[in-house]
């Protein structure tokens, strides 16, 4: 058995405060452009990535609050009942900071599945409570979303590296 | 930046811990907000703050379509202003007679000793953006309580009803439009004067004729106008035009489709009518809270 080749892991950066509220509030307003027309087809929820993307990698610093905060944000955008994004988001970091070091140990291709898959725990938690509240089923084109995010997954987490990679000559401008 | 070391004993409560409080806080806001209605002040809060951002972000695309204009040709805008005299034109004609009309009806009125229709005041307002909920038809509206705007107050385009003004922010207002599951117009055939609830169904145009028996005169091609028996929207105004009929002998009612005759999923200027029907003298207070919370939901 001979040991699996692995790509070599830098030493990251550690991440500006200021970063991580400017990435959120980019997700909230790419979440409030006014899609519409084919355009509909391209919308993902850009919150729920973004939080699920700082529940992973900086769980300490990201959490609850803010995942709660912005699913209340999201819903007043919305017009939406009250606490559903809230809940959704809730559970979203939840699955997310437990699962952290988990998701970070595997390569892209199967972080993947696990981004599909907690993505779509968030989706069915929001149809859920629209179907107890009376609604009707959208049909399945509301799950789609879902699978956009978790293909956005691996451009949006080599993005937000990019800004965290040391210089390899310290004295480089 | 800092080096912090991670805190090995100092965690806070366990993460399953923090998932229950802010779950069983999100389930409270939930039934806050679909049972009792207490949220709204919370929302119109939320609402004021992120009505800046929501300028900002939409502020590109108002600019692409103005630049649009801007470079829209002298030929078409030629085109247009010719098709806008003829209009006019013929609009004066109906407008004399709308005069001569509406004095016969005052005095018909008079003679028949009911009150005089107010015809109302009305608010343009611009569509900010529409679609995003995959569950509700609605649309928001760059006007608010502080241009007047009331809950309840119905919204209509050039050519008939779009919806009604459901939630009143400051500054914006959410407009459920009528293909909403939840949104009821009730209605009158044009042709015999049959009454009847128009519903929602959740898909762009197309409405449906709710509990009407398999007997009743409606004919595709039918226009369907506002009744004006509920007190939100005025009477007279077109709503619906009947697409479809079809008659089972085994079932109770009637399926009756209609499409909309508005622009309801595709206008970007809409008007809020600020209309106050000439309702009888309301029963005690107490009385009248109670049916009121029903009555777009269960309606008829």
């Not at chain 2, 805008?77 to 010719?82: S, T």
């Not at chain 2, 569509?127 to 995959?134: A, K």
């Not at chain 2, 009454?195 to 197309?206: I, S």
């Not at chain 2, 009518?273 to 009888?280: E, F, V, Y």
Request: aromatic share 8%.
């Amino acid at each position: 058995m001979e040991a699996r080749a692995r790509p070599p892991q830098l030493i990251l950066l550690p991440v500006r405060p200021a970063f991580i509220v400017v990435t959120l509030a980019l997700a909230l307003a790419l979440n409030l452009l006014p899609w519409s027309g084919v355009w509909i087809l391209l919308k993902t929820d850009f919150v729920a990535l973004a939080v699920l993307y700082w529940c992973v990698d900086q769980p300490r610093r990201v959490g609850f609050f803010t995942a709660w905060t912005l699913g209340l944000v999201m819903d007043v955008a919305n017009g939406a009942l009250f606490g559903q994004h809230a809940l959704a988001y809730s559970v979203l970091a939840f699955a997310a900071i437990v699962l952290h070091r988990r998701i970070q140990s595997f390569p892209m291709k199967h972080q993947f599945w696990h981004v599909l898959a907690l993505l779509l725990l968030n989706q069915l938690i929001v149809l859920g409570l629209r179907l107890a509240n009376g609604a009707q089923f959208p049909g399945i084109a509301y799950f789609f979303p879902a699978l956009l995010g978790a293909i956005l997954w691996a451009p949006l987490c080599a993005l937000m590296r990019t800004p965290r990679i040391p210089k390899s000559d310290p004295d480089q401008i | 930046m800092e080096y912090a070391p991670p805190p090995f004993f100092k965690r806070g409560p366990t993460a399953l811990a923090r998932l229950v409080f802010f779950a069983l806080l999100s389930i409270a806001l939930i039934v806050a907000d679909a049972r009792y209605h207490y949220l709204e002040p919370l929302r119109a809060g939320i609402a004021t703050i992120l009505y800046p951002v929501q300028r900002t972000v939409l502020a590109p695309f108002q600019l692409l379509g103005n630049i649009g204009g801007f470079f829209s040709s002298q030929s078409a805008l030629k085109i247009e202003n010719a098709r806008l005299v003829e209009q006019r034109l013929a609009d004066t004609t109906n407008l004399q007679r709308l005069e001569a009309l509406d004095a016969e009806n005052a005095h018909l009125r008079a003679l028949l000793e009911a009150r005089a229709r107010q015809p109302g005041r009305a608010t343009a307002a611009e569509v900010l953006y529409s679609g995003r909920d995959p569950f509700a038809r609605r649309v928001v509206i760059d006007k608010g309580a502080k241009q007047g705007l009331q809950r309840g107050a119905p919204a209509v385009d050039d050519l008939g009803v779009v919806g009604q003004v459901t939630r009143v922010h400051p500054w914006v207002s959410e407009v459920t439009l009528i293909t909403d599951r939840e949104q009821l117009v009730p209605v009158q055939n044009l042709r015999n004067g049959l009454r009847a609830v128009l519903a929602g169904t959740g898909n762009d145009g197309r409405l449906e004729l709710k509990f009407i028996p398999l007997n009743a005169d409606f004919q595709t091609g039918d226009r369907l106008v506002t009744s004006g028996i509920d007190g939100t929207y005025p009477p007279g105004l077109p709503v619906a035009e009947v697409t479809a009929v079809e008659r089972d002998p085994a079932a109770l009612f009637a399926r009756i489709l209609g499409k909309p005759v508005a622009g309801v999923a595709r206008h970007t200027q809409l008007l809020v009518l600020d209309w106050q029907p000439d309702r009888p003298a309301q029963p005690p207070a107490d009385e009248a809270a109670a049916p009121k919370r029903g009555k777009t939901r269960k309606g008829g």
